[in-house]
C-alpha cells in the first residue's frame, strides 16, 4: 500500500532531526541525519498505521493512495554534495 504523508523535519540542539506528520500525529520518529531520519518515517508509519487498526480509528482521508496507476503528487528533499 502507498500513503502519502506530510512530515516535517526539526532539527534537534543536541543534533538529529525529530520527523513528526501534522496529519497524524501519533507519527514521531527521529535520526542523525535527514536520510536516517526519513528512512526511519517507513517504521513510524507502518506502527502508526497498526495503533490505528487496533484502535479501530480510520486514517485521515486521502492519506492512502489505492489508485497507483495515476500519478501522484509527491515533494522530496533531495540533497547534493
Excluded: C
Excluded at 518515517?41 to 484502535?55: G, N, P, R
Excluded at 482521508?61 to 496507476?69: G, H, L, M, W, Y
Amino acid at each position: 500500500m502507498i500513503y502519502k504523508v506530510p512530515l516535517v523535519l526539526a532539527p534537534q540542539p543536541e543534533g538529529g532531526f525529530t520527523v513528526t506528520s501534522p496529519l497524524l500525529p501519533e507519527l514521531v520518529t527521529e535520526g542523525d541525519t535527514i536520510e536516517e531520519a526519513l528512512e526511519n518515517v517507513q517504521d513510524a508509519l507502518e506502527a502508526t498505521i497498526e495503533m490505528y487498526q487496533d484502535l479501530a480509528w480510520q486514517l485521515p482521508k486521502n492519506v492512502q493512495i489505492s489508485d497507483t496507476a495515476s500519478p501522484v503528487w509527491l515533494e522530496a528533499l533531495v540533497s547534493t554534495r
